[in-house]
Protein backbone atom coordinates (compact mmCIF):
# COMPACT_ATOMS: atom_id res chain seq x y z
CA UNK A 1 0.00 0.00 0.00
CA UNK A 2 1.46 3.44 -0.90
CA UNK A 3 1.46 5.79 1.56
CA UNK A 4 1.55 8.76 -1.24
CA UNK A 5 -0.82 8.47 -4.02
CA UNK A 6 0.55 11.22 -7.14
CA UNK A 7 -1.88 11.94 -9.68
CA UNK A 8 -1.27 12.31 -12.35
CA UNK A 9 1.10 9.84 -12.89
CA UNK A 10 1.86 10.87 -16.33
CA UNK A 11 1.35 14.43 -17.86
CA UNK A 12 2.84 15.69 -21.41
CA UNK A 13 1.85 19.04 -22.02
CA UNK A 14 2.72 22.51 -24.41
CA UNK A 15 5.36 24.83 -23.30
CA UNK A 16 3.46 27.68 -22.09
CA UNK A 17 0.60 25.64 -20.66
CA UNK A 18 -0.18 24.96 -16.65
CA UNK A 19 -0.45 21.92 -14.26
CA UNK A 20 -1.20 21.25 -11.22
CA UNK A 21 0.20 17.66 -9.51
CA UNK A 22 -1.59 16.09 -6.64
CA UNK A 23 -0.13 14.25 -3.60
CA UNK A 24 -2.76 12.47 -1.51
CA UNK A 25 -2.47 10.37 1.89
CA UNK A 26 -5.03 9.37 4.31
CA UNK A 27 -2.41 9.52 6.41
CA UNK A 28 -1.56 12.79 8.56
CA UNK A 29 2.34 14.43 8.23
CA UNK A 30 3.83 16.56 9.95
CA UNK A 31 5.57 18.12 6.83
CA UNK A 32 5.72 17.26 3.00
CA UNK A 33 8.41 17.39 0.35
CA UNK A 34 8.52 18.20 -3.09
CA UNK A 35 11.48 16.92 -5.09
CA UNK A 36 12.29 17.05 -9.13
CA UNK A 37 14.35 14.57 -10.44
CA UNK A 38 15.84 15.05 -14.37
CA UNK A 39 17.20 11.57 -15.90
CA UNK A 40 20.65 10.57 -14.64
CA UNK A 41 20.36 12.63 -11.86
CA UNK A 42 19.14 11.79 -8.29
CA UNK A 43 16.11 14.03 -6.93
CA UNK A 44 16.67 17.43 -5.82
CA UNK A 45 14.49 18.85 -3.25
CA UNK A 46 12.20 21.97 -4.46
CA UNK A 47 10.50 22.90 -0.82
CA UNK A 48 9.27 21.67 2.12
CA UNK A 49 5.74 22.84 3.03
CA UNK A 50 4.99 22.38 7.27
CA UNK A 51 1.88 24.30 8.47
CA UNK A 52 -1.53 23.43 7.22
CA UNK A 53 -2.40 25.52 4.70
CA UNK A 54 0.86 26.69 4.06
CA UNK A 55 1.40 28.27 0.60
CA UNK A 56 5.14 28.12 -1.06
CA UNK A 57 6.18 30.04 -4.42
CA UNK A 58 9.13 28.98 -6.45
CA UNK A 59 9.21 31.32 -9.07
CA UNK A 60 6.49 29.60 -11.38
CA UNK A 61 5.69 26.67 -9.13
CA UNK A 62 3.26 27.15 -6.07
CA UNK A 63 3.11 24.42 -3.53
CA UNK A 64 0.27 24.30 -0.85
CA UNK A 65 0.07 21.94 2.27
CA UNK A 66 -3.62 21.07 2.99
CA UNK A 67 -5.21 22.31 5.76
CA UNK A 68 -5.73 19.01 7.67
CA UNK A 69 -2.10 18.02 6.51
CA UNK A 70 -2.72 15.12 4.29
CA UNK A 71 -2.27 16.63 1.03
CA UNK A 72 -0.38 18.80 -1.32
CA UNK A 73 -0.07 20.30 -4.68
CA UNK A 74 2.51 21.73 -7.21
CA UNK A 75 0.24 23.96 -9.71
CA UNK A 76 3.49 25.37 -12.92
CA UNK A 77 2.59 28.49 -14.52
CA UNK A 78 3.70 28.76 -17.77
CA UNK A 79 5.49 25.48 -17.66
CA UNK A 80 8.73 25.70 -19.96
CA UNK A 81 11.01 22.67 -21.10
CA UNK A 82 13.20 22.97 -18.37
CA UNK A 83 10.71 21.94 -15.86
CA UNK A 84 10.50 18.25 -17.82
CA UNK A 85 11.00 15.73 -15.44
CA UNK A 86 9.79 13.28 -12.57
CA UNK A 87 8.17 15.37 -9.53
CA UNK A 88 7.95 13.32 -6.27
CA UNK A 89 6.20 14.15 -3.06
CA UNK A 90 7.86 12.64 0.33
CA UNK A 91 7.34 13.54 3.84
CA UNK A 92 7.24 11.39 7.15
CA UNK A 93 4.53 10.37 8.74
CA UNK A 94 3.24 10.57 12.89
CA UNK A 95 5.53 7.44 12.48
CA UNK A 96 8.44 9.09 11.54
CA UNK A 97 8.79 6.67 8.77
CA UNK A 98 10.13 8.37 5.34
CA UNK A 99 7.88 7.76 2.37
CA UNK A 100 8.19 8.84 -1.23
CA UNK A 101 4.89 9.76 -3.27
CA UNK A 102 4.28 7.06 -6.48
CA UNK A 103 6.11 9.94 -8.51
CA UNK A 104 4.21 12.46 -11.30
CA UNK A 105 6.44 11.88 -14.86
CA UNK A 106 6.13 16.05 -16.64
CA UNK A 107 7.22 16.39 -20.12
CA UNK A 108 6.80 19.76 -21.64
CA UNK A 109 6.97 20.22 -25.10
CA UNK A 110 8.62 23.42 -27.00
CA UNK B 1 23.94 21.27 1.26
CA UNK B 2 25.98 18.63 1.21
CA UNK B 3 27.69 17.48 -2.05
CA UNK B 4 27.31 13.23 -2.74
CA UNK B 5 29.63 11.69 -5.13
CA UNK B 6 28.57 7.63 -5.95
CA UNK B 7 30.66 5.37 -8.10
CA UNK B 8 30.03 3.79 -10.64
CA UNK B 9 27.48 6.30 -12.34
CA UNK B 10 26.24 2.90 -14.42
CA UNK B 11 27.66 -0.84 -14.86
CA UNK B 12 26.85 -3.59 -16.57
CA UNK B 13 26.65 -7.34 -14.80
CA UNK B 14 26.60 -10.55 -15.82
CA UNK B 15 24.22 -12.43 -13.44
CA UNK B 16 25.57 -14.60 -10.69
CA UNK B 17 27.98 -11.63 -10.11
CA UNK B 18 28.07 -8.81 -7.35
CA UNK B 19 28.99 -5.64 -7.46
CA UNK B 20 29.69 -2.91 -5.07
CA UNK B 21 28.17 1.20 -5.24
CA UNK B 22 30.20 3.72 -3.32
CA UNK B 23 28.70 6.59 -1.63
CA UNK B 24 31.04 9.59 -0.75
CA UNK B 25 29.97 12.77 1.18
CA UNK B 26 31.95 15.93 1.38
CA UNK B 27 30.90 16.41 5.23
CA UNK B 28 30.02 14.35 8.22
CA UNK B 29 25.92 13.65 8.50
CA UNK B 30 24.03 11.87 10.40
CA UNK B 31 21.98 9.49 8.45
CA UNK B 32 23.04 7.93 5.59
CA UNK B 33 19.99 5.31 3.35
CA UNK B 34 19.89 3.43 0.26
CA UNK B 35 17.71 3.40 -2.45
CA UNK B 36 16.20 1.55 -5.49
CA UNK B 37 14.37 3.21 -7.63
CA UNK B 38 12.95 1.95 -11.05
CA UNK B 39 13.04 4.11 -13.88
CA UNK B 40 10.57 6.75 -13.98
CA UNK B 41 9.17 5.50 -11.02
CA UNK B 42 9.33 6.08 -7.24
CA UNK B 43 12.13 5.29 -4.66
CA UNK B 44 11.70 2.30 -2.55
CA UNK B 45 14.22 2.68 0.62
CA UNK B 46 16.50 -0.53 1.04
CA UNK B 47 18.01 0.37 4.09
CA UNK B 48 19.52 3.02 6.71
CA UNK B 49 23.58 2.54 6.97
CA UNK B 50 24.41 3.13 10.67
CA UNK B 51 27.58 3.69 11.53
CA UNK B 52 29.68 1.52 13.52
CA UNK B 53 26.74 -1.16 13.36
CA UNK B 54 24.88 -3.09 11.29
CA UNK B 55 22.53 -1.34 8.98
CA UNK B 56 18.58 -1.45 9.41
CA UNK B 57 16.86 -2.89 6.57
CA UNK B 58 13.35 -2.53 4.97
CA UNK B 59 10.55 -5.44 4.71
CA UNK B 60 11.83 -7.37 1.55
CA UNK B 61 15.64 -6.74 1.71
CA UNK B 62 17.91 -8.22 3.15
CA UNK B 63 21.31 -8.33 4.60
CA UNK B 64 23.11 -11.12 2.31
CA UNK B 65 21.55 -9.93 -0.68
CA UNK B 66 22.48 -6.46 0.01
CA UNK B 67 25.39 -6.22 2.36
CA UNK B 68 26.00 -2.78 3.49
CA UNK B 69 28.71 -0.94 5.34
CA UNK B 70 29.67 2.45 6.82
CA UNK B 71 32.89 2.62 8.45
CA UNK B 72 32.50 6.18 9.47
CA UNK B 73 30.19 9.60 8.72
CA UNK B 74 30.93 10.31 5.57
CA UNK B 75 31.05 6.83 3.60
CA UNK B 76 28.99 3.85 2.41
CA UNK B 77 29.29 0.77 0.54
CA UNK B 78 25.87 -0.84 -0.91
CA UNK B 79 26.44 -4.39 -2.50
CA UNK B 80 24.09 -6.08 -4.94
CA UNK B 81 25.38 -9.59 -4.82
CA UNK B 82 24.45 -12.76 -6.61
CA UNK B 83 23.14 -10.43 -9.26
CA UNK B 84 19.99 -11.20 -11.54
CA UNK B 85 18.23 -9.06 -14.13
CA UNK B 86 15.39 -8.42 -11.67
CA UNK B 87 18.28 -6.61 -9.97
CA UNK B 88 18.69 -4.33 -12.68
CA UNK B 89 17.30 -0.97 -11.23
CA UNK B 90 18.90 2.46 -10.69
CA UNK B 91 20.54 2.52 -6.86
CA UNK B 92 20.31 5.85 -4.93
CA UNK B 93 22.24 6.77 -2.43
CA UNK B 94 20.78 9.66 0.43
CA UNK B 95 21.70 11.69 3.24
CA UNK B 96 19.79 13.02 6.02
CA UNK B 97 19.99 14.39 9.56
CA UNK B 98 17.44 12.30 10.96
CA UNK B 99 14.93 9.41 9.61
CA UNK B 100 12.15 12.24 9.27
CA UNK B 101 13.71 14.94 7.77
CA UNK B 102 14.75 16.18 3.79
CA UNK B 103 17.22 14.35 2.26
CA UNK B 104 19.68 14.95 -0.34
CA UNK B 105 20.83 12.68 -3.28
CA UNK B 106 23.47 11.31 -5.16
CA UNK B 107 22.98 10.94 -8.58
CA UNK B 108 22.73 7.47 -8.66
CA UNK B 109 24.37 4.00 -10.54
CA UNK B 110 22.55 2.96 -12.87
CA UNK B 111 22.49 -0.86 -13.13
CA UNK B 112 21.51 -3.41 -15.73
CA UNK B 113 21.99 -7.24 -15.25
CA UNK B 114 22.47 -9.19 -18.46
Known amino acids: TQLLEQSPQFLSIQEGENLTVYCNSSSVFSSLQWYRQEPGEGPVLLVTVVTGGEVKKLKRLTFQFGDARKDSSLHITAAQPGDTGLYLCAGPNTGNQFYFGTGTSLTVIP | SAVISQKPSRDICQRGTSLTIQCQVDSQVTMMFWYRQQPGQSLTLIAT?????????ESGFVIDKFPISRPNLTFSTLTVSNMSPEDSSIYLC???????????FGDGTRLSIL
Open chain 2, 49 to 57: ANQGSEATY
Open chain 2, 94 to 104: SVGTATNQPQH
